[in-house]
Protein backbone atom coordinates (compact mmCIF):
# COMPACT_ATOMS: atom_id res chain seq x y z
CA UNK A 1 0.00 0.00 0.00
CA UNK A 2 1.74 3.24 -0.74
CA UNK A 3 1.50 6.78 0.20
CA UNK A 4 -1.18 8.31 -2.08
CA UNK A 5 -3.56 5.10 -1.07
CA UNK A 6 -3.26 6.70 2.33
CA UNK A 7 -3.90 9.89 1.03
CA UNK A 8 -6.97 9.09 -0.70
CA UNK A 9 -8.21 7.16 2.53
CA UNK A 10 -6.93 10.40 5.00
CA UNK A 11 -8.93 12.79 2.36
CA UNK A 12 -12.41 10.97 2.39
CA UNK A 13 -12.21 10.18 6.35
CA UNK A 14 -10.53 13.38 7.42
CA UNK A 15 -8.81 11.17 10.19
CA UNK A 16 -5.26 11.65 10.15
CA UNK A 17 -4.58 9.10 12.78
CA UNK A 18 -5.31 6.70 10.50
CA UNK A 19 -2.68 7.84 7.69
CA UNK A 20 -0.13 8.61 10.42
CA UNK A 21 0.19 4.98 12.27
CA UNK A 22 0.11 3.18 8.85
CA UNK A 23 3.72 3.44 7.87
CA UNK A 24 4.26 1.58 11.19
CA UNK A 25 1.49 -1.01 10.48
CA UNK A 26 3.62 -1.76 7.59
CA UNK A 27 7.54 -2.52 9.52
CA UNK A 28 5.35 -5.22 11.76
CA UNK A 29 5.11 -8.64 10.59
CA UNK A 30 3.12 -10.36 13.37
CA UNK A 31 0.19 -12.08 12.36
CA UNK A 32 -1.72 -9.98 14.50
CA UNK A 33 -0.56 -6.46 12.20
CA UNK A 34 -1.42 -8.32 9.58
CA UNK A 35 -4.92 -8.65 10.48
CA UNK A 36 -4.97 -4.89 10.84
CA UNK A 37 -3.54 -4.15 7.49
CA UNK A 38 -6.28 -6.71 5.88
CA UNK A 39 -8.69 -4.68 7.77
CA UNK A 40 -7.13 -1.41 6.07
CA UNK A 41 -7.15 -2.83 3.29
CA UNK A 42 -10.72 -3.60 3.18
CA UNK A 43 -11.85 -0.09 4.64
CA UNK A 44 -9.96 1.67 1.54
CA UNK A 45 -11.45 -0.52 -0.78
CA UNK A 46 -15.59 0.42 0.99
CA UNK A 47 -13.81 4.41 1.01
CA UNK A 48 -12.98 4.69 -2.47
CA UNK A 49 -16.53 3.23 -3.52
CA UNK A 50 -18.34 5.14 -1.57
CA UNK A 51 -16.43 8.44 -3.14
CA UNK A 52 -16.59 7.41 -6.21
CA UNK A 53 -20.65 6.60 -5.53
CA UNK A 54 -20.65 10.11 -3.49
CA UNK A 55 -18.98 12.00 -6.71
CA UNK A 56 -21.16 10.54 -9.21
CA UNK A 57 -24.14 11.99 -7.28
CA UNK A 58 -22.82 15.45 -7.41
CA UNK A 59 -22.36 15.19 -3.52
CA UNK A 60 -18.96 15.21 -2.41
CA UNK A 61 -17.50 18.56 -0.93
CA UNK A 62 -14.23 19.78 -1.44
CA UNK A 63 -11.65 17.89 0.48
CA UNK A 64 -8.32 19.47 0.60
CA UNK A 65 -8.35 20.01 4.54
CA UNK A 66 -7.21 16.17 4.77
CA UNK A 67 -4.12 16.68 2.90
CA UNK A 68 -2.53 18.69 5.45
CA UNK A 69 -1.51 15.78 7.57
CA UNK A 70 -0.10 13.37 4.65
CA UNK A 71 3.39 12.76 4.14
CA UNK A 72 4.31 11.96 -0.07
CA UNK A 73 6.56 9.77 -1.27
CA UNK A 74 9.58 11.69 -2.37
CA UNK A 75 8.28 14.78 -0.10
CA UNK A 76 10.91 15.80 2.43
CA UNK A 77 10.41 16.57 6.29
CA UNK A 78 10.36 20.02 5.01
CA UNK A 79 6.75 19.53 3.28
CA UNK A 80 8.48 20.25 0.06
CA UNK A 81 7.77 18.17 -2.81
CA UNK A 82 11.21 16.43 -4.66
CA UNK A 83 8.44 14.13 -7.31
CA UNK A 84 6.26 17.36 -8.29
CA UNK A 85 2.36 17.33 -7.68
CA UNK A 86 1.53 13.61 -9.10
CA UNK A 87 -0.91 12.52 -5.95
CA UNK A 88 -2.65 15.82 -5.90
CA UNK A 89 -4.28 16.02 -9.38
CA UNK A 90 -6.10 13.17 -9.83
CA UNK A 91 -8.55 14.07 -6.80
CA UNK A 92 -7.89 18.06 -7.51
CA UNK A 93 -9.14 17.21 -11.01
CA UNK A 94 -12.25 15.24 -9.24
CA UNK A 95 -12.94 17.79 -6.81
CA UNK A 96 -12.73 20.52 -9.92
CA UNK A 97 -15.16 18.70 -12.32
CA UNK A 98 -17.77 18.02 -9.21
CA UNK A 99 -17.67 21.47 -8.31
CA UNK A 100 -18.18 22.81 -11.25
CA UNK A 101 -21.18 19.88 -12.10
CA UNK A 102 -22.58 20.81 -8.65
CA UNK A 103 -22.48 24.86 -10.01
CA UNK A 104 -24.64 23.68 -13.35
CA UNK A 105 -26.81 21.79 -11.27
CA UNK A 106 -27.55 24.99 -9.07
CA UNK A 107 -27.55 27.46 -11.51
CA UNK A 108 -30.71 24.74 -13.48
CA UNK A 109 -32.00 24.71 -10.57
CA UNK A 110 -33.37 28.14 -10.49
CA UNK A 111 -36.17 26.95 -13.37
CA UNK A 112 -39.61 28.09 -11.40
CA UNK A 113 -42.26 25.57 -12.42
CA UNK A 114 -45.61 26.98 -12.23
CA UNK A 115 -49.30 25.48 -13.25
CA UNK A 116 -53.11 26.93 -12.74
CA UNK A 117 -56.22 24.08 -12.63
CA UNK A 118 -59.29 25.92 -12.88
CA UNK A 119 -63.03 25.28 -13.23
CA UNK A 120 -65.94 27.05 -15.00
CA UNK A 121 -69.07 27.75 -14.39
CA UNK A 122 -71.36 29.61 -16.74
CA UNK A 123 -75.04 30.65 -16.84
CA UNK A 124 -76.32 32.33 -20.21
CA UNK A 125 -79.33 34.05 -20.15
CA UNK A 126 -80.24 33.00 -24.21
CA UNK A 127 -79.69 29.35 -23.09
CA UNK A 128 -83.09 28.22 -22.18
CA UNK A 129 -81.20 24.48 -20.73
CA UNK A 130 -79.25 26.88 -18.25
CA UNK A 131 -81.88 28.62 -17.55
CA UNK A 132 -83.62 25.61 -16.12
CA UNK A 133 -80.13 23.74 -14.42
CA UNK A 134 -78.50 26.81 -13.24
CA UNK A 135 -75.75 25.40 -15.46
CA UNK A 136 -73.08 22.92 -14.89
CA UNK A 137 -69.31 23.16 -13.29
CA UNK A 138 -67.09 22.29 -16.20
CA UNK A 139 -63.05 21.92 -16.64
CA UNK A 140 -61.62 24.99 -17.31
CA UNK A 141 -58.35 24.63 -17.85
CA UNK A 142 -54.58 23.05 -17.08
CA UNK A 143 -51.53 25.38 -17.13
CA UNK A 144 -48.23 24.28 -16.77
CA UNK A 145 -44.94 26.64 -17.82
CA UNK A 146 -41.76 26.81 -16.29
CA UNK A 147 -39.60 29.89 -16.39
CA UNK A 148 -35.69 30.09 -15.84
CA UNK A 149 -31.71 31.19 -16.52
CA UNK A 150 -28.56 29.65 -16.42
CA UNK A 151 -26.19 32.86 -16.68
CA UNK A 152 -27.02 35.37 -19.32
CA UNK A 153 -29.39 32.76 -20.75
CA UNK A 154 -33.07 32.75 -20.23
CA UNK A 155 -36.33 31.11 -21.11
CA UNK A 156 -40.18 30.43 -20.76
CA UNK A 157 -42.88 28.32 -22.08
CA UNK A 158 -46.11 27.67 -21.29
CA UNK A 159 -48.75 24.98 -22.24
CA UNK A 160 -52.15 25.24 -21.91
CA UNK A 161 -55.00 22.05 -21.95
CA UNK A 162 -58.73 23.12 -22.77
CA UNK A 163 -61.34 20.75 -23.14
CA UNK A 164 -60.97 19.34 -26.50
CA UNK A 165 -57.84 20.98 -27.86
CA UNK A 166 -54.32 22.02 -26.56
CA UNK A 167 -51.97 24.45 -27.47
CA UNK A 168 -48.46 26.15 -26.82
CA UNK A 169 -49.12 29.25 -25.12
CA UNK A 170 -45.58 31.15 -25.56
CA UNK A 171 -42.44 29.54 -25.80
CA UNK A 172 -39.03 31.27 -25.75
CA UNK A 173 -34.95 31.33 -26.12
CA UNK A 174 -33.71 34.57 -24.45
CA UNK A 175 -30.55 36.17 -24.04
CA UNK A 176 -29.43 39.00 -21.28
CA UNK A 177 -27.04 41.45 -23.09
CA UNK A 178 -27.27 43.39 -20.10
CA UNK A 179 -29.61 45.21 -17.43
CA UNK A 180 -30.71 47.08 -19.91
CA UNK A 181 -30.91 44.76 -23.18
CA UNK A 182 -32.98 41.51 -23.95
CA UNK A 183 -33.81 39.20 -27.06
CA UNK A 184 -36.18 36.76 -27.61
CA UNK A 185 -36.34 34.21 -29.65
CA UNK A 186 -38.98 31.53 -29.92
CA UNK A 187 -43.31 32.40 -29.62
CA UNK A 188 -43.18 35.57 -28.23
CA UNK A 189 -45.48 38.39 -27.19
CA UNK A 190 -45.92 40.86 -29.60
CA UNK A 191 -45.36 44.48 -28.52
CA UNK A 192 -48.39 46.11 -29.17
CA UNK A 193 -50.90 48.27 -27.13
CA UNK A 194 -51.13 48.13 -23.46
CA UNK A 195 -49.17 45.68 -22.17
CA UNK A 196 -49.37 42.77 -20.84
CA UNK A 197 -52.72 42.40 -21.68
CA UNK A 198 -54.35 45.33 -22.44
CA UNK A 199 -57.57 44.29 -20.24
CA UNK A 200 -58.13 43.77 -16.16
CA UNK A 201 -60.69 41.25 -16.13
CA UNK A 202 -60.61 38.02 -16.30
CA UNK A 203 -62.24 37.67 -19.89
CA UNK A 204 -60.68 40.04 -21.91
CA UNK A 205 -62.08 42.86 -24.29
CA UNK A 206 -62.47 43.36 -28.43
CA UNK A 207 -59.14 44.72 -28.97
CA UNK A 208 -57.94 40.83 -27.42
CA UNK A 209 -60.18 38.90 -29.45
CA UNK A 210 -59.58 40.76 -33.04
CA UNK A 211 -55.84 40.04 -32.12
CA UNK A 212 -54.39 42.85 -31.49
CA UNK A 213 -53.64 42.91 -27.26
CA UNK A 214 -51.98 39.87 -25.59
CA UNK A 215 -50.82 37.91 -28.90
CA UNK A 216 -48.01 35.85 -29.59
CA UNK A 217 -45.98 35.05 -32.59
CA UNK A 218 -42.71 33.46 -33.71
CA UNK A 219 -39.66 35.66 -34.18
CA UNK A 220 -37.23 37.40 -32.64
CA UNK A 221 -38.28 40.72 -30.38
CA UNK A 222 -35.53 42.87 -28.36
CA UNK A 223 -36.59 44.63 -25.45
CA UNK A 224 -34.84 47.94 -24.43
CA UNK A 225 -35.65 49.04 -20.51
CA UNK A 226 -34.00 52.25 -19.56
CA UNK A 227 -36.14 53.19 -16.60
CA UNK A 228 -38.88 55.55 -17.90
CA UNK A 229 -38.17 54.81 -20.78
CA UNK A 230 -38.97 51.26 -22.65
CA UNK A 231 -38.39 50.47 -26.54
CA UNK A 232 -39.69 46.90 -28.24
CA UNK A 233 -38.50 46.10 -31.69
CA UNK A 234 -39.91 42.46 -33.52
CA UNK A 235 -39.51 40.51 -36.30
CA UNK A 236 -41.99 37.90 -36.82
CA UNK A 237 -41.98 35.47 -39.52
CA UNK A 238 -45.00 34.42 -38.95
CA UNK A 239 -48.03 34.60 -36.80
CA UNK A 240 -48.57 31.15 -35.13
CA UNK A 241 -46.70 27.99 -35.53
CA UNK A 242 -48.03 26.72 -39.13
CA UNK A 243 -51.35 27.76 -40.28
CA UNK A 244 -53.80 26.90 -37.39
CA UNK A 245 -56.39 28.42 -35.26
CA UNK A 246 -55.75 26.56 -32.61
CA UNK A 247 -53.63 29.19 -30.29
CA UNK A 248 -54.44 31.57 -27.68
CA UNK A 249 -53.96 35.28 -29.58
CA UNK A 250 -56.36 35.62 -32.55
CA UNK A 251 -54.82 35.48 -35.79
CA UNK A 252 -55.75 35.22 -39.31
CA UNK A 253 -55.78 31.20 -40.02
CA UNK A 254 -54.25 30.51 -43.26
CA UNK A 255 -54.98 27.08 -44.92
CA UNK A 256 -57.94 25.82 -46.04
CA UNK A 257 -58.37 23.15 -43.31
CA UNK A 258 -58.52 26.19 -40.64
CA UNK A 259 -59.87 28.84 -43.31
CA UNK A 260 -61.84 29.59 -46.02
CA UNK A 261 -60.20 33.22 -46.62
CA UNK A 262 -56.78 31.00 -46.27
CA UNK A 263 -54.94 34.87 -45.26
CA UNK A 264 -52.04 34.74 -43.15
CA UNK A 265 -49.69 37.55 -41.55
CA UNK A 266 -45.65 36.34 -43.00
CA UNK A 267 -42.81 38.95 -42.23
CA UNK A 268 -44.24 41.10 -39.59
CA UNK A 269 -42.33 43.99 -38.21
CA UNK A 270 -43.26 45.48 -35.06
CA UNK A 271 -42.38 48.02 -32.69
CA UNK A 272 -43.69 49.80 -29.39
CA UNK A 273 -42.27 52.88 -27.50
CA UNK A 274 -43.16 54.02 -23.68
CA UNK A 275 -42.58 56.35 -21.38
CA UNK A 276 -43.48 56.12 -17.10
CA UNK A 277 -44.46 59.35 -15.82
CA UNK A 278 -43.70 58.97 -11.97
CA UNK A 279 -41.27 56.29 -12.70
CA UNK A 280 -40.18 54.27 -9.32
CA UNK A 281 -42.91 55.59 -7.44
CA UNK A 282 -46.65 54.22 -6.53
CA UNK A 283 -48.25 56.63 -8.58
CA UNK A 284 -47.49 56.00 -12.85
CA UNK A 285 -48.77 57.18 -15.91
CA UNK A 286 -47.23 55.09 -18.88
CA UNK A 287 -48.29 57.04 -22.49
CA UNK A 288 -47.00 54.23 -25.22
CA UNK A 289 -47.64 54.22 -28.81
CA UNK A 290 -47.22 50.81 -30.90
CA UNK A 291 -47.30 50.21 -34.83
CA UNK A 292 -46.64 46.93 -36.41
CA UNK A 293 -47.80 45.37 -39.97
CA UNK A 294 -46.41 43.39 -42.91
CA UNK A 295 -46.92 40.72 -45.44
CA UNK A 296 -51.01 39.51 -45.34
CA UNK A 297 -50.07 36.04 -47.92
CA UNK A 298 -53.00 34.15 -48.92
CA UNK A 299 -52.74 30.60 -49.38
CA UNK A 300 -55.16 29.81 -51.76
CA UNK A 301 -54.84 32.53 -54.48
CA UNK A 302 -51.26 32.59 -53.77
CA UNK A 303 -50.95 36.45 -53.77
CA UNK A 304 -49.77 38.83 -50.89
CA UNK A 305 -51.63 41.81 -49.34
CA UNK A 306 -50.84 43.83 -46.51
CA UNK A 307 -52.28 44.42 -42.74
CA UNK A 308 -51.15 47.53 -40.90
CA UNK A 309 -52.05 48.63 -37.10
CA UNK A 310 -51.34 51.55 -34.47
CA UNK A 311 -52.08 51.95 -31.25
CA UNK A 312 -52.03 54.88 -28.57
CA UNK A 313 -52.41 53.72 -24.52
CA UNK A 314 -52.20 54.72 -21.21
CA UNK A 315 -51.45 52.61 -18.48
CA UNK A 316 -52.11 54.09 -14.87
CA UNK A 317 -51.47 52.67 -11.33
CA UNK A 318 -52.19 54.93 -8.83
CA UNK A 319 -52.07 53.34 -5.51
CA UNK A 320 -54.55 50.68 -5.29
CA UNK A 321 -56.32 51.53 -8.48
CA UNK A 322 -55.84 50.79 -12.33
CA UNK A 323 -56.75 52.14 -15.10
CA UNK A 324 -56.19 51.44 -19.32
CA UNK A 325 -56.99 53.55 -21.75
CA UNK A 326 -56.42 52.43 -25.76
CA UNK A 327 -57.43 53.83 -28.93
CA UNK A 328 -56.22 51.50 -32.05
CA UNK A 329 -56.46 51.36 -36.20
CA UNK A 330 -56.11 48.90 -38.30
CA UNK A 331 -56.42 47.47 -41.55
CA UNK A 332 -56.32 44.34 -43.63
CA UNK A 333 -56.11 44.31 -47.29
CA UNK A 334 -56.16 41.14 -48.25
CA UNK A 335 -55.74 39.38 -51.88
CA UNK A 336 -59.04 37.16 -50.97
CA UNK A 337 -60.39 34.56 -53.33
CA UNK A 338 -63.74 34.99 -55.51
CA UNK A 339 -66.55 36.01 -52.93
CA UNK A 340 -68.55 33.43 -54.12
CA UNK A 341 -65.72 30.65 -53.48
CA UNK A 342 -65.40 31.47 -50.17
CA UNK A 343 -68.98 32.90 -48.79
CA UNK A 344 -67.46 35.71 -46.97
CA UNK A 345 -67.26 39.22 -47.67
CA UNK A 346 -64.14 41.21 -48.11
CA UNK A 347 -65.43 43.85 -45.86
CA UNK A 348 -64.50 41.07 -43.39
CA UNK A 349 -61.48 39.15 -42.57
CA UNK A 350 -61.72 35.70 -40.77
CA UNK A 351 -59.43 35.12 -37.70
CA UNK A 352 -58.83 32.48 -35.30
CA UNK A 353 -58.13 31.54 -31.59
CA UNK A 354 -58.88 28.47 -29.00
CA UNK A 355 -59.64 25.99 -32.38
CA UNK A 356 -62.75 28.33 -33.47
CA UNK A 357 -62.73 31.30 -36.68
CA UNK A 358 -64.85 34.19 -36.93
CA UNK A 359 -64.86 37.31 -38.73
CA UNK A 360 -63.58 40.97 -37.66
CA UNK A 361 -64.06 44.03 -39.76
CA UNK A 362 -61.33 44.20 -42.36
CA UNK A 363 -60.56 47.78 -41.08
CA UNK A 364 -61.69 50.12 -38.50
CA UNK A 365 -61.03 51.56 -34.93
CA UNK A 366 -61.29 49.91 -31.97
CA UNK A 367 -61.01 51.75 -28.52
CA UNK A 368 -61.16 50.11 -24.78
CA UNK A 369 -61.59 51.33 -21.11
CA UNK A 370 -60.29 49.65 -18.10
CA UNK A 371 -60.62 50.36 -14.44
CA UNK A 372 -59.37 48.53 -11.34
CA UNK A 373 -59.49 48.50 -7.91
CA UNK A 374 -57.30 45.98 -5.44
CA UNK A 375 -57.70 45.95 -1.12
CA UNK A 376 -56.35 43.77 0.80
CA UNK A 377 -58.71 41.96 3.50
CA UNK A 378 -58.72 39.91 6.46
CA UNK A 379 -62.18 37.53 5.06
CA UNK A 380 -60.72 34.10 6.92
CA UNK A 381 -58.55 32.81 3.94
CA UNK A 382 -59.13 35.51 1.52
CA UNK A 383 -56.55 38.12 1.80
CA UNK A 384 -57.23 40.13 -1.19
CA UNK A 385 -60.37 41.87 -3.04
CA UNK A 386 -60.22 42.57 -6.58
CA UNK A 387 -62.80 44.61 -8.20
CA UNK A 388 -62.86 45.93 -12.35
CA UNK A 389 -64.39 46.37 -15.35
CA UNK A 390 -63.27 46.36 -19.16
CA UNK A 391 -65.21 48.40 -22.14
CA UNK A 392 -64.64 47.98 -25.65
CA UNK A 393 -66.05 48.95 -28.94
CA UNK A 394 -65.19 48.29 -32.37
CA UNK A 395 -66.45 50.92 -35.56
CA UNK A 396 -66.33 49.79 -38.63
CA UNK A 397 -65.27 51.31 -41.84
CA UNK A 398 -68.11 50.24 -44.41
CA UNK A 399 -70.82 47.50 -44.23
CA UNK A 400 -70.13 44.88 -41.27
CA UNK A 401 -71.56 41.99 -39.82
CA UNK A 402 -70.02 39.12 -37.70
CA UNK A 403 -72.40 36.26 -38.75
CA UNK A 404 -74.16 35.58 -42.33
CA UNK A 405 -70.10 35.57 -43.61
CA UNK A 406 -69.70 39.33 -43.37
CA UNK A 407 -72.24 40.08 -45.26
CA UNK A 408 -74.78 42.84 -44.76
CA UNK A 409 -74.79 45.89 -41.71
CA UNK A 410 -75.16 45.73 -38.26
CA UNK A 411 -74.58 47.85 -35.25
CA UNK A 412 -71.41 48.40 -34.09
CA UNK A 413 -69.50 45.19 -31.42
CA UNK A 414 -69.73 45.80 -27.79
CA UNK A 415 -68.28 44.12 -25.06
CA UNK A 416 -68.21 45.26 -21.01
CA UNK A 417 -67.14 42.76 -18.17
CA UNK A 418 -67.95 43.60 -14.80
CA UNK A 419 -66.36 41.03 -12.33
CA UNK A 420 -64.37 40.45 -9.19
CA UNK A 421 -61.80 38.51 -8.06
CA UNK A 422 -61.03 36.86 -4.57
CA UNK A 423 -58.02 35.30 -3.46
CA UNK A 424 -56.92 33.32 -0.79
CA UNK A 425 -53.18 32.32 -1.00
CA UNK A 426 -52.92 29.78 -4.28
CA UNK A 427 -56.35 29.84 -4.37
CA UNK A 428 -58.98 31.81 -6.46
CA UNK A 429 -62.05 33.11 -7.75
CA UNK A 430 -63.47 35.26 -10.53
CA UNK A 431 -67.07 36.27 -10.99
CA UNK A 432 -68.00 38.18 -14.12
CA UNK A 433 -71.19 39.52 -15.82
CA UNK A 434 -69.92 39.63 -19.47
CA UNK A 435 -72.80 40.99 -21.61
CA UNK A 436 -71.99 42.22 -25.54
CA UNK A 437 -73.36 43.40 -28.63
CA UNK A 438 -73.08 41.85 -31.40
CA UNK A 439 -69.90 40.45 -30.17
CA UNK A 440 -67.93 39.13 -33.25
CA UNK A 441 -70.28 36.02 -33.12
CA UNK A 442 -67.58 34.75 -30.75
CA UNK A 443 -69.21 34.37 -27.44
CA UNK A 444 -72.22 31.71 -28.78
CA UNK A 445 -75.04 34.31 -28.10
CA UNK A 446 -77.44 35.77 -31.01
CA UNK A 447 -76.35 38.50 -32.90
CA UNK A 448 -79.46 40.59 -33.48
CA UNK A 449 -78.60 44.00 -32.15
CA UNK A 450 -79.74 43.49 -29.11
CA UNK A 451 -77.43 42.96 -25.55
CA UNK A 452 -76.77 39.47 -24.14
CA UNK A 453 -75.00 38.57 -20.57
CA UNK A 454 -73.04 35.18 -19.46
CA UNK A 455 -72.54 35.00 -15.44
CA UNK A 456 -69.53 33.49 -15.61
CA UNK A 457 -67.40 32.28 -12.33
CA UNK A 458 -63.90 30.76 -12.83
CA UNK A 459 -61.66 29.07 -9.71
CA UNK A 460 -58.83 26.94 -9.25
CA UNK A 461 -55.23 26.97 -7.73
CA UNK A 462 -51.95 28.62 -8.85
CA UNK A 463 -48.96 25.87 -7.91
Do not use: C
Not at 259 to 276: C, D, W
Not at 371 to 379: F, G
Amino acid sequence: MNGITFKTLAIVLGVSSTAFTAPYVFAETSSEQQQVIQQLRQQLNEIQARLQRLESQQGSQPLTSGNAGVVEQGETTSGKSTAGEKGRGPASDEQSLAQENRTILEKMQQTQISGTLEFAHNINDWDETDKETGGDIEFGKLILGADGSVDNLIYSFQYRFYDGYRFLHHGWLGYQLNDANTLKLGLVQAPFGNMDYGYLGWYGNLPYLAGFNDNQNVGLKWHHDAGAWNTDLAFFKNNQLGSTNNSYGANPPGGTDYGEQGNKSENQLAARIAYIFGYDTDYTTEINFSARGGQLYNEQTHDSGDNWATALGLSGNYGNWSTLLQATAYAYHAQNPDESETGISNNAIQVGAFDFNYLIPAKGQMYSASLAYSMDVDWGPVKNLYLYNDYSYISPDGDYSPINGGFGDMGDPQLNDLGFKLTAGPYYAWFDIVTNKNGLNYFGSPVDNDWHTSYMTHFGINF
